[in-house]
């Protein structure tokens, strides 16, 4: 028989990115194929595989899934299919580990919408339609939430009455697939981190930090939401409460202006007014560029410094996702704000994005592509396989 194979599928409002994945004589899930449909609900919407475009007989999430199997047929052949594996953004209080999805938690998970409106309706859109279009396909959630129940009570609690954090309103973290991928990594390259004091640095159109001891998540900077801890491409990250009650009481704006202001208005895009991408900014001359980008170092150097101070001290620091894995420029100037901790980067390391970029005899300071969608086709798997 064929190498069985696993998808992995990662949806957002616009787009669906997908990877299929084959099963070696090992049991290990190996990247095979990958690509994403994007600018679904628009004239632009298109279906790219290794970047070669197919034909969808529409523009929208249903027409992407039915031309993502049809692909899938040509792709596998003989070869089965043993499962789909999803991007979930918030498990809430009860999903710490990936599940098998079925109709009841399909339906719990939609209750859980409302505590990530931006996410949370979108990923569980292709598992409803898969379920429709191939009911026998075996289905697994892997959340991103997950990852940070490890962290100790008074790290997950808000200052207010504790009705509300019963009701679940707590900090939870996001980010969880890509921080358990650098655990897995630490654990097998460098254990002695592992077993250490580290924080690592997502950095990206979306951004946050998770300070790991053990390997465990002990404090992140997200919180309830992905609109909290440091600004982002579009959102504005940590915000006073009451710019909000402001907004709302003194400027009339509507709770969906607000929303819209803080997640797609505000960032590095707002204040730059310029762009979100982290390249074309540090590409401009314009001062509000500089500016921009002087505020995102100085705030993810802060927050690390607040993340030191749970746990306890540093062993190390990891640079992740597009920007922490491209962005010298923006790791110096973080970097710079942080060497009273013993940090100190080697110029010609950092600006050829090596391993470990900082010099030698001091703290270590590394950059590692992380790999979402290969943790998820691993735990997806691993469920499966029992």
Known sequence: MSAPAVLVINAGSSSIKFALYQVNTSGDAQPWQRGQADGLGGADARFLVDGNARAMSGNDHRSAMETLLAW??????????LAAGHRVVHGGTRYHAPVHLTDPIIAELQDLEGLAPLHQPHNLLPVRLLAELRPNLPQVACFDTAFHRTQPWYSERFAIPRDYADAGILRYGFHGLSYQYMARWM?????????????????????????????????????????????????????????VLHLIRQRGMTAEAVEDLLYRRSGLLGMSGISHDVRT????????????????????????ASLVAALGGLDGLIFTAGVGEHAAPVRASICERLAWLGIDLDDERNTGNAGCISADGTLPVLVVPTDEEGEIARETLALIQG
């Open 72 to 81: 899938l047929e040509d792709a596998l052949g003989d070869q089965p299919l």
């Open 187 to 243: 654990h097998a390259q460098r254990p002695d981190l592992y077993r250490g004091r580290i924080i690592v640095a997502h950095l990206g159109n979306g951004a946050s930090l998770c300070a790991m001891r053990n390997g465990q998540s002990q404090a992140t900077s997200m919180g309830f939401t992905a609109l909290d801890g440091l600004p982002m491409g579009q959102r504005c990250g940590t915000i006073d409460p009451g710019v």
């Open 281 to 304: 900014l540090l590409a401009s001359d314009a001062e509000a560029a500089k500016e921009a980008l002087t505020i995102y170092c100085y705030r993810a150097a802060r927050e690390i």
